[in-house]
């Protein structure tokens, strides 16, 4: 998986800034649509998430001996 390139370009003074204050105030560090591709990235992995959960209960109940009548 390759980085995101960078949407915002800081300068010099804006770098020295950082280094020295040890802050940055930005405007913007990130568009819309990065924030929609990472809402959607988090969902997806959330829902993984779920679906592993479910196939390890699913897979401790089916190892239990069945239960004598």
Known sequence: MS???PTI???TEQ???YHE???L?????TTQEEKQT???QRAKEAEAR???QANQAKAGADAL????S
């Open 50 to 52: 779920k679906r592993a």
């Open 65 to 68: 001996p069945a239960a004598k």
């Open 21 to 23: 204050e040890g802050y």
């Open 9 to 11: 370009h800081l300068t």
């Open 25 to 29: 105030a930005v405007e913007a560090a």
């Open 3 to 5: 980085l995101p390139q």
């Open 15 to 17: 770098v020295k800034h």
């Open 38 to 40: 990472a809402r959607m």
